[in-house]
């Protein structure tokens, strides 16, 4: 089993930043890739950016230039994912989710709150 816990999610006001981050542990033998989702109310969830095991990076047209996705491998048995997110607006508030691909299984964290105030 694999497990993801989500931090650093908050109220912020817009042109502000926030980093979020993911502790993904357990039985983590091979990691395909790593995400961070968002699910605004009403709306359905959606990529925000992912990386691969290769390093590869995909974001969001959305995201593009203003989150950063990156990632810290294997310190003291745990994975780290990091979405820097700056210039923040009123539109990326949603609940941001991480989700990791771990032997070719999907798995989900349960969310962080990301507010942004006009």
């Known amino acids: 089993q694999v497990q993801l816990v989500e931090s650093g999610g908050g109220l912020v006001q817009a042109g502000g930043s926030l980093r979020l981050s993911c502790a993904a542990s357990g039985r983590i033998f091979v990691i395909n890739s790593m995400g961070w989702y968002r699910q605004a109310p009403g709306k359905q969830r959606e990529l925000v950016a992912d990386?691969?095991?290769?390093?590869?990076?995909?974001?969001?047209d959305s995201a593009k230039g203003r989150f950063t996705i990156s990632r810290d491998n294997a310190k003291n048995a745990m994975y780290l994912l990091y979405l820097q997110m700056n210039s923040l607006k009123p539109e990326d508030t949603a609940v941001y989710y991480c989700?990791?691909?771990?032997?070719?299984?999907?798995?989900w964290g349960k969310g962080t709150q990301v507010t942004v105030s006009s």
């Open positions: 990386i691969t095991a290769g390093g590869s990076r995909t974001y969001a």
């Open positions: 989700k990791g691909v771990v032997g070719g299984f999907v798995y």
